[in-house]
């Protein structure tokens, strides 16, 4: 059972904001939710991650729904070395798992 | 700093082989994640280690094992290969494995079974 869904992919305008959704209806209370991105032959990159309240970085911003069951990555302007597979992702406090999703791939259109 | 490295870059081995792949953790991290990242897809949790304890496993068989080193480098074996373990094998480094810990990933290593 997928613990994350995310859209397949999204495109966006240079300089315009994006918000990458993430559904997780089954996270429990101490579990955290992190984001990464990967690029083409490299391995995921640390965006931001968050547990109950929104959070800001140099790099985005993370809206945590009330009920935790959703995420918002925010990028407040993207550029074109933004375009990546975002994943969200579950840190499961029981097992010490990190659960993957399956990733949206982001387009930025000059 | 150092960051996580991965050996070797690229490997090939036919069904039915077993095969070593290493890790090499960041500075200062004392735990060491592995992940399989079948073509198109999102990585997938094997296992985890902290201080040369495996203390957290995915949902793979007991023919995925590790090890982690004192210098808390870390391998990953896999023994009965089988043509669905072909993918790209990550791992990644990070200060104590908890919730709110960051994970260095290393480039990984592209593991092709024939």
């Known amino acids: 059972d997928a613990k994350t869904t995310q859209p397949n992919s999204m495109e966006s305008n240079e300089e315009e904001p994006v918000h990458l959704p993430c559904n997780h209806s089954t996270i429990s209370g101490t579990d955290y939710i992190h984001w990464y991105r990967q690029l083409p032959s490299q391995g995921p990159e640390y965006v931001i991650h968050?547990?109950?309240s929104n959070v800001n970085n140099r790099m985005a911003s993370l809206a945590i729904a009330e009920d935790r069951k959703s995420s918002t990555l925010i990028l407040h302007r993207a550029t074109l070395r933004d375009a990546a597979v975002y994943y969200c992702i579950l840190r499961l406090n029981t097992g010490n798992q990190f659960y993957f999703g399956t990733g949206t791939s982001l387009t930025v259109i000059p | 700093e150092t960051g996580v490295t991965q050996s070797p870059t690229h490997l090939i081995k036919t069904r039915g082989q077993q095969v070593t792949l290493r890790c090499s953790s960041q500075?200062?991290?004392?735990?060491v994640s592995w992940y399989q990242q079948a073509l198109g897809q999102g990585p997938q949790f094997i296992f985890q280690?902290?201080?040369?304890?495996?203390?957290g496993r995915g949902n793979f068989p007991p023919r995925f094992s590790g090890l982690q080193f004192p210098n808390y480098s870390s391998e990953l074996n896999v023994n009965a290969l089988e043509l669905d373990d072909s993918a790209l094998y990550l791992c990644?480094?990070?200060?104590?494995?908890?919730?709110?810990?960051?994970?260095?990933f290393g480039p990984g290593t592209r593991l092709t079974v024939l």
């Open positions: 968050g547990l109950t």
């Open positions: 500075s200062g991290h004392n735990t």
């Open positions: 280690y902290y201080r040369e304890e495996e203390n």
């Open positions: 990644a480094s990070s200060r104590s494995g908890g919730g709110a810990d960051t994970q260095y």
